[in-house]
């Protein structure tokens, strides 16, 4: 089975800290996601990267950057984290067709 | 872009059919997945549609219509376990990734 495993399960931040969300995937998938997920939004698409040290932004890029060093591992990167930033993140990958998420870590700002 | 719709709740009875049905208006289209998330946990793969007519899949079935911009998830013999968000998902075909813009999702409660 894909195993899609996220760093922290829940996470509390201060506001204007640096935050970093790790991403690490075990079946090789090219394709790597970072979305949010919050109530009566859905799931909107941070970044995504389809490569080793290739990136592109999704839908709310603002506030957010990504790194992809190694092809398992996709990390999402808070630069100055913010209020606005409590959140749900979920991590995902694929190879063709579907997506294989990861549990989710929810993050409070506070 | 894409835009996508679908209803943000329905209610049906255990042993029922329900139909949850996702219009999408696209820039380009290569798929359209559906996805079940229950309460607390990561969505999981349900199905996915690239070619128009019904895909069946044991209890669920999901429906294409390209030229409609339609797409709907048929769920037969509701279970207490199907009661979930269901997120409709439109996949993008203009990049190497393939990324999907998701719908918010349709919670569905199954009562006995």
């Known amino acids: 089975d894909v195993k899609v495993t996220q760093s922290s399960r829940y996470l509390v931040k201060r506001t204007g800290e640096k935050v970093f969300l790790e991403c690490v995937q075990d079946m090789d998938h090219e394709n790597m996601f970072w979305y949010r997920q919050d109530p009566g939004l859905g799931l909107r698409l941070i970044y995504f990267s389809y490569d080793v040290k290739m990136k592109e932004k999704g839908d709310i890029p603002e506030g957010y950057s990504v790194s992809r060093e190694k092809k398992e591992r996709f990390s999402l990167i808070l630069e100055s984290a913010s209020t606005n930033q409590t959140s749900m993140y979920l991590c995902?990958?694929?190879?063709?067709?579907?997506?294989?998420f990861g549990q989710g870590t929810r993050l409070t700002v506070v | 872009g894409q835009n996508i719709d679908q209803p943000t709740e329905m209610t049906a009875t255990e042993g029922a059919i329900v139909q949850i049905n996702c219009t999408y208006q696209t820039s380009g289209f290569n798929g359209l997945f559906w996805y079940q998330q229950h309460a607390g946990e990561a969505p999981t793969f349900l199905s996915y549609?690239?070619?128009?007519g019904l895909e069946e899949k044991g209890r669920f079935s999901s429906f294409l219509s390209r030229s409609k911009g339609y797409s709907y998830l048929l769920l037969k013999e509701l279970q207490m376990k199907d009661s979930a968000s269901y997120l409709c998902a439109v996949r993008d075909g203009s990049t190497n990734a393939g990324k999907s813009t998701f719908g918010d999702g349709t919670t569905l409660t199954v009562k006995p």
């Open positions: 549609n690239v070619l128009d």
């Open positions: 995902a990958s694929s190879y063709r067709v579907e997506a294989f």
